[in-house]
Structure formats: structure tokens, C-alpha cells
């Protein structure tokens, strides 16, 4: 491996470790009841956000879903106004109203809803003003497989490939759906094989492979560019934790989340590359220990910060003009 291939793996395997040590902070800040209702963390997910990482420009949108960390991170939203905004804080992006699953970023064109499957025709909106404006800017739309059998996934499928629109649906399926297995109720081994009843492109990937993540998600990217029209890329994955916090989890066995964690997780499995490839593990503890840190500081300068006014619960209900 050149000195180029190693610098640039191990700011994936920086990435892996930022992502991670985010949604351990998020999980800190529950457990000390900063936040609020219901909290989707993705841990064991952590790959596919970094695949994203290098192929997403500043003009392209971002739509995701309840569990979206990662994907704003990936997007370039600023880590501490996110993490602001998860913590209620009035410093969040959107002054602490949004909340862990509707955070907005209009700098970043990133927002995510926690409607399943409703980030699609948001994403389809995105697609469909590219297409107006004659950009090459794409649209990336976030779903989990459970997403794949709503009326939403279908008709933005259909509307998309019909003006082979500028549009990624990226599906992370990690083959639950809530506690609903995929194999119990999809009538196709994929969602990525469904792709040529729309007239798109198909792609299937391992999602715990941080390499091939990248790459495929790379090469979604320049075929939409190009004018390829839509591409459905699956990618594969885990789910360690449950659908929330909180989840007693009654769908699975301590041994199977055992084995998920054993077998699949995609830092362990990247460190295992790395050091085949001649990092030491100096190096990796090092960009661990470093991560785990920074996301310890910036929880606590987080938690430092002041609550929303309660007098102002009823701003910013609608766009007014100024």
C-alpha cells in the first residue's frame, strides 16, 4: 500500500471511530436526560455513512431518516450544531426544535424526517430541480429496507425513472424492519433486483465493507452525474443496538446480537484490513483514542449550553418573509 492509500484508509478508519463516538455521546446525553422521547442511534452502520463521505459535494441534497447521524455528518453538517440540536439545545441547528429526528441543514442540503419512507419524495423534489436547473448536482435519498414496501419508495421509483431524474436511493437494509424480518416479507432476495421494473440501475454492496462502500457508492454517483438516470444501490448491514433505546428487543437473541456484533462490525473489520495492510496498532489506538475524546469534550461543552426559552415555543411555525 502507497503512503497515498494508507493516509486516505486511515482517514476512513478516522471517520469510522468520529461517527461511532458521536452515537456514544448521544447515548451519554440519554442516559443523563438530556434527551428527550425516542433515540435511534446506528451503530454497526457506521461504513455506509463513510462510503458517502467522498463523493458528496456541497450542492448535492441529503435526505435521511429517524436514524440520520451519520449521513449529516457525512454531508458536512457541523458536528457540534448537531449534536446541539439532538440535546434540545438552543445552539442546534434548528434552536433546539427539531430534535434528533428532524434535523435541517440548508447550507448542507440535508434534512431528514421520521416518517418511514417519507424521506424518498423529499429526496425526489431535490432530484426533479437539479434536473430543471440543468445541474449536476445529485439527490440522495435514504431508506431502510423496511422503506422498500411503502406506496412512497414505489411511486418516487416510478416518477424518477420515468425522467431518469437525478436521483440515489440508497437503502440500508440491515434485514429488520422495526422486529420485522426482510426475508419474511419481501417477495425478492434484494431490493436492489426490483431496480429494472423502474428502468434504474441496481446496485447491491456489503455495507460493512467500508471500501467497497466507497466505491460503489462512487460509482452511483458518476453514473447519475453523467446522465445515467437513477441508481438503487442496497447496501448491506447491522443493526447492534434496537430500533430505539429502550427496545426490549423481543424479535432477537442475546446470541444472535452477540454474533451481529462479532461478525459484522465495521470498525473491527477495517482494523483487521489495516493492520494486514501494515498499519500498527499504535497508529489505530491512537485515532480511537482521539475520536472517543473529542466526542467526550464536545458532549460536555454540549451539555454546558443553554435550553431553548420556553416563551419562544411557537416561533418559527411558518416561512415568513422579511
Known amino acids: 500500500m502507497t503512503e497515498q492509500d494508507q493516509t486516505l484508509r486511515l482517514e476512513r478508519y478516522r471517520r469510522l471511530w468520529r461517527f461511532r463516538s458521536f452515537d456514544d455521546a448521544c447515548l451519554e446525553a440519554l442516559r443523563r436526560n438530556v434527551i428527550h422521547g425516542e433515540l435511534h442511534v446506528g451503530i454497526g452502520q457506521e461504513a455506509i455513512a463513510v462510503g458517502m463521505a467522498e463523493s458528496l459535494r456541497r450542492d448535492d441534497a441529503v435526505v435521511s431518516t429517524h436514524r440520520n447521524h451519520f449521513h449529516a455528518l457525512a454531508k458536512g453538517v457541523d458536528r457540534r450544531a448537531l449534536l446541539a440540536e439532538i440535546c434540545e439545545k438552543a445552539e442546534g441547528l434548528c434552536r433546539g426544535r427539531g430534535g434528533h429526528m428532524h434535523p435541517f441543514d440548508v447550507e448542507n442540503n440535508f434534512s431528514a424526517t421520521g416518517i418511514v419512507g417519507a424521506s424518498l419524495p423529499v429526496a425526489l423534489g431535490y432530484a426533479y430541480a437539479f434536473h430543471l436547473r440543468q445541474s449536476d448536482a445529485i439527490a440522495v435519498g435514504i431508506a431502510g429496507d423496511g422503506s422498500s414496501h411503502t406506496g412512497a419508495f414505489h411511486e418516487t421509483m416510478v416518477i424518477a425513472g420515468a425522467q431518469k ?44 465493507d467500508v471500501d467497497a462502500m466507497t466505491d460503489a457508492f462512487a460509482e452511483a454517483s458518476r453514473h447519475i452525474r453523467a446522465g445515467g ?32 456484533r462479532a461478525q459484522f462490525d465495521p470498525l473491527r473489520l477495517y482494523r483487521d484490513r489495516l493492520e494486514a495492510f501494515g498499519l500498527t496498532s499504535s497508529e489505530l489506538d491512537a485515532v480511537e483514542a482521539a475520536e472517543k475524546a473529542a466526542a467526550r469534550d464536545l458532549l460536555a461543552e454540549i451539555m454546558a449550553l443553554p435550553q431553548p426559552d420556553p416563551e419562544g415555543a411557537l416561533l418559527y411555525r411558518f416561512s415568513e418573509e422579511v
Do not use: K, W
Open 229 to 260: 438516470g437513477p441508481v438503487i444501490l442496497e447496501a448491506t448491514c447491522a443493526r447492534f443496538r434496537g430500533h430505539f433505546e429502550g427496545d426490549p428487543e423481543g424479535y432477537r437473541s442475546r446470541e444472535e446480537r452477540q454474533h451481529l
Open 165 to 208: 431524474l437525478p436521483l440515489l436511493v440508497l437503502v440500508e437494509n440491515n434485514s429488520l424492519a422495526i422486529s420485522i424480518r426482510f426475508d419474511q416479507i419481501s417477495p425478492t432476495r434484494t431490493v436492489a433486483e426490483r431496480a429494472s421494473a423502474y428502468g434504474v440501475r441496481g446496485m447491491h454492496v456489503d455495507g460493512t
